[in-house]
DNA sequence: GTCTATACGGGGATAGAC
DNA sequence: GTCTATCCCCGTATAGAC
């Protein structure tokens, strides 16, 4: 693997583990075994790095919910997949993550990402929200659209619960709770 | 106002903006008009600061959501004034934020005040909910821990999600969201 | 492509004067 | 209590050699 790409990677573990902010280009070239004159030969800076790495990061999250997503069978058996999928609940959000950051918010293009992310997944979810309306599996009386953000929301909600515990355990109260609220009817 | 009371929340407007590994001593000097030795003579450091700013964070917190939970009227007449309260959507949350800085996790005294706010909001939650099951308003099949944590994750991931999109709309929606779910059967 | 040298301000704190 | 001086390393580059 050549530096450039061990310098990307190095990034997205780094603005995953300590965000934009907390992530120094020394603790990056550190990281991937690259000198500083390589780093700044493939990168103009910490901020193009860390687009690149985002961008990186974000297509493999929004694999990792389609994979999940694809999952056979009725829309909520869908979105039950899509809540209890394998996570490092403790890690946190990915993406999510780097909303907390100023520095992350400040900068349109690296926000973008963030947005970008989130509404991806959002309308896919309100996609299967509707067509589980449609199949009669789940409440006519809801909006797709707003459940799909309610879901997205407690599992980034449920990331802030279980780093501050120190424990996984209220994401998995979150996620429960939702499905028991989505099952409800059913 | 004298300096100590001045860096206490010069420290705390700072961590809201732009955490703990994203403020400097010198930038709360600075916002709290105070020189360098007089910030040292009252905490012995950073972290000492932040301990304190963070302590009377969570009290204000918890102090404006018990307010808002007093709303007079059913369960779920207090659930919806707590979720649709006035909230600085765009900032984000001022004790959920913290969970993203890794220098706050790592930090046991610290990370544990983060813990025991969610953990009384998550529990005085949990009490609404039950009171509303035995008055008949709520689901019996809800169980009050899972759906108190559902309710704290929904805003929590919900500023995740407005920061990330730069709107509070996708906030609103994951209330409306969770709201629709919690009345369906009422 | 990568290395080393150099730069300048900031982060986070200690020491001692006033 | 607050001020100023001082410290040392890090953050974030740029410049030019190899």
Known sequence: MDARERLIESAQDLLWERGYTGTSPRAIQHRADAGQGSMY?????????????????????????????????????????????????????RVGRLAADPDIITAADLREQLAAT???????????????QRAGQVSPRLDPHDTAATIVAVVQGGYVLARSADSTEPFEQAVSGLLALIMKES
């Open 41 to 93: 030969h493939h990168f103009a800076g910490k901020h193009e790095l860390a687009r690149e790495a985002i961008a990186r990061t974000a297509d493999q999250l929004k694999a990792e919910a389609a994979a999940s997503l694809a999952t056979p069978g009725t829309a909520t058996e869908k979105i039950g997949a899509y809540l209890t999928r394998q996570r490092d609940v403790l890690r946190g959000c």
């Open 118 to 132: 989130f509404a991806w997944l959002r309308e896919t979810l309100a996609r299967i929200v509707a067509s589980g």
